[in-house]
T-cell receptor, first 117, second 114 residues
Framework: AQKITQTQPGMFVQEKEAVTLDCTYD???????LFWYKQPSSGEMIFLIY??????QNATEGRYSLNFQKARKSANLVISASQLGDSAMYFC??????????????FGSGTRLLVRP | EPEVTQTPSHQVTQMGQEVILRCVPI?????FYWYRQILGQKVEFLVS????????KSEIFDDQFSVERPDGSNFTLKIRSTKLEDSAMYFC????????????FGEGSRLTVL
């Protein structure tokens, strides 16, 4: 069975500094994908970044990068130059292989990030 | 930028009442989903829908839940007889067939059952 673990319930970071949010996963599948979503206090789920298990390079999207270490089964999110607007809950999620049409994402429990001015 | 839209944003209902949550997925998407997030808990998969039928449902999605795509644009989640424990944020999501398979979520519908 697939599982996502986020061990940091809460994190603080100083504005303009970088922060790493941890995510480890467990799966027996060879093909899978990993996502990070941001959930502000307003509640919506905002897609940040995606990494496929066969992607050789770490994904980057602006200030977001995903530190993918396949052998260690980790997919940490790095936010560079933190901004006050980055304060939110962050969820790591995993999708099943493409053959599974359900696309049942498994979510972690989330990390609440607070950016200090 | 195309987006998934959900209505209502917040609904308060009495226990035992029927509720319909509506979603308009991104227009060229083919796969549709409902997820749920009870306050302070993980986001949980409820159901996936493709080609006008359910492709998978979770153990949460019991007989009081149903989904349909009545007119080719809206995708609805019906809760037949709401219970207190149905209070949650309900997210609709859709995806196309692109290589990333990114799942686009709506802004959520917050359901409060009294």
């Amino acid at each position: 069975a697939q599982k996502i673990t986020q061990t940091q319930p809460g994190m603080f970071v100083q504005e303009k500094e970088a922060v790493t949010l941890d995510c480890t996963y467990d799966t027996s599948d060879q093909s899978y994908g990993l996502f990070w979503y941001k959930q502000p206090s307003s509640g919506e789920m905002i897609f940040l970044i995606y990494q496929g298990s066969y992607d050789e390079q770490n994904a980057t999207e602006g200030r977001y990068s995903l530190n993918f270490q396949k052998a260690r089964k980790s997919a940490n999110l790095v936010i560079s130059a933190s901004q006050l607007g980055d304060s939110a809950m962050y969820f790591c999620a995993m999708r099943p292989p493409w053959a599974d049409s359900s696309y049942k994402l498994i979510f972690g429990s989330g990390t609440r990030l607070l950016v200090r001015p | 930028e195309p987006e998934v839209t959900q209505t209502p944003s917040h609904q308060v209902t009495q226990m035992g009442q029927e509720v319909i949550l509506r979603c308009v997925p991104i227009s060229n998407h083919l796969y549709f989903y409902w997820y749920r997030q009870i306050l302070g808990q993980k986001v949980e998969f409820l159901v996936s829908f493709y080609n006008n039928e359910i492709s998978e449902k979770s153990e949460i999605f019991d007989d009081q839940f149903s989904v349909e795509r009545p007119d080719g644009s809206n995708f609805t989640l019906k809760i037949r007889s709401t219970k207190l424990e149905d209070s949650a944020m309900y997210f609709c999501a859709s995806r196309g067939t692109g290589s990333t398979g990114e799942l686009f979520f709506g802004e959520g519908s917050r359901l409060t059952v009294l």
